[in-house]
Each structure stands twice: as structure tokens, then as C-alpha cells.
């Protein structure tokens, strides 16, 4: 089983959309856990952290369950500028990443 | 906001050559690492440095790989024969505190091009 796995999409969505990424963690020791957002050839950006209560910022909310080692990213009302890719991160002893999912905001 | 420096932005180098990736952390942050990612794959992690030490290295980070931190403020990733599969965007990251609580702050990347 893959560390972080995630459905690699792309996610064609319209702007305005509703759209939520799942991504599942083999290691259960894992500490932390983050979301983060790549540009096309650009660094990873630190998006969220995601806490076992589950957070919100604007209009992003994450959930993490630990008992399934499964996290959630939940993007309302899409904008052109979340097109994307949506990486999930696990804490260990340092960051491990998924493949990322893809995400195409369409007008 | 405070940022991690990485510099070039991109390097083209003959296999066989070496070379030598700067990176500048954070001016506060403790902990620095390289990551990579080959066109089209997940970023992986190659090594963390902690108090002017290797704390860990993935099996990608070989012999032909070192890191250094010759002064205050800067970071490097040398590689000392360069090898075709070795193109691929490096990113230097830093954090204050291992990264648990905070996730790293990564650079701009640079880029590697090996011909």
C-alpha cells in the first residue's frame, strides 16, 4: 500500500462547484497532516492544516478520520483560481506527499 | 513574508558534471531539506539537516549526493556525477520546529536539466 494515495483526477469542475478530495495514509503513527497546493513547475504552498475536528478556512475545509487514515478537501464555490493540483501530506518524521490531484476550474 | 531562496532557477549540466544547488532558508528556521520531483511524479524527499548534521536520508539520497551548510545562511545539495534520471525540480524547504506542527516552507525550486 502507497504511503499517501490520492485520485490523481483532473477534477473538471465549473466555477462555482462544489468539489471534495479524499486521500488515505498508511502509516498510523503519522502526527500532522497538511494540505498543500501546486501550481504547474511551481513549489508546493502550504494550503491547511488538517486537525482530527476538522477546520475551515473560507471557503476550504478539511477533515481528517484517523480511524480510517482517510483526509478530506472540500473546495465550495470554485474559482478560476483554484485550477490546481491538491497535494495531500502526512506527517511522520518529514513531510511524505501524494501524487497530488488535479483540478480544472472551467468558466 | 518571509521566504526560502533557491538559486538558479535552472541548471543545465552535462552527465558526468557536477553540480551544486543553493538554497537560503528562513533566517529563524532550524531544519532544512531537499525534496525533488521528476516531471510528472510526486514530490519525494531526499534529506533533512538538523544542527549541522544528516538527521535522515532516503534511499534516493546515494553516495553521489552530499548537503553542506558552509556558513550562516546558506543550504547546498551537491550532486557529483550527474546522471540522466537526475533531472528533475529540487526544492529546498525549511522549518522552525521539524515540521509536525507547521508544515516547511519550500523555494522556488531549481530546476535540473541533465543532458
Known amino acids: 500500500r502507497k504511503e499517501v494515495e490520492q485520485d490523481p483526477g483532473p477534477f473538471n469542475v465549473p466555477e462555482g462547484a462544489t468539489v471534495a478530495f479524499n486521500c488515505t495514509y498508511s502509516?498510523?503513527?503519522?502526527?500532522?497532516f497538511f494540505w498543500y497546493r501546486q501550481d504547474c513547475r511551481k513549489e508546493p504552498k502550504l494550503l491547511m492544516s488538517?486537525?482530527?475536528s476538522g477546520n475551515e478556512d473560507g471557503r476550504f475545509t478539511a477533515q481528517l478520520n484517523r480511524a480510517s487514515q482517510y483526509i478530506s478537501l472540500l473546495i465550495r464555490d470554485s474559482k478560476l483560481s483554484d485550477s490546481a493540483t491538491y497535494l495531500c501530506?502526512?506527517?511522520?518524521?518529514?513531510?511524505?506527499f501524494g501524487t497530488g490531484t488535479r483540478l480544472q476550474v472551467f468558466p | 513574508e518571509p521566504e526560502v531562496t533557491q538559486t538558479p532557477s535552472h541548471q543545465v549540466t552535462q552527465m558526468g558534471q557536477e553540480v551544486i544547488l543553493r538554497c537560503v532558508p528562513i533566517?529563524?528556521?532550524?531544519?532544512f531539506y531537499w525534496y525533488r520531483q521528476i516531471l510528472g511524479q510526486k514530490v519525494e524527499f531526499l534529506v533533512s539537516?538538523?544542527?549541522?548534521?544528516?538527521?535522515?536520508k532516503s534511499e534516493i539520497f546515494d553516495d553521489q549526493f552530499s548537503v553542506e551548510r558552509p556558513d550562516g545562511s546558506n543550504f547546498t545539495l551537491k550532486i557529483r556525477s550527474t546522471k540522466l534520471e537526475d533531472s528533475a525540480m529540487y526544492f529546498c524547504?525549511?522549518?522552525?520546529?521539524?515540521?509536525?506542527?507547521?508544515?516547511?516552507?519550500f523555494g522556488s525550486g531549481t530546476r535540473l536539466t541533465v543532458v
Open positions: 524547504a525549511s522549518s522552525e520546529a521539524g515540521g509536525a506542527n507547521y508544515g516547511y516552507t
Open positions: 502509516n498510523s503513527a503519522s502526527q500532522s
Open positions: 488538517v486537525y482530527s
Open positions: 501530506v502526512v506527517v511522520t518524521d518529514k513531510l511524505i
Open positions: 533566517s529563524n528556521h532550524l531544519y
Open positions: 539537516f538538523y544542527n549541522n548534521e544528516i538527521s535522515e
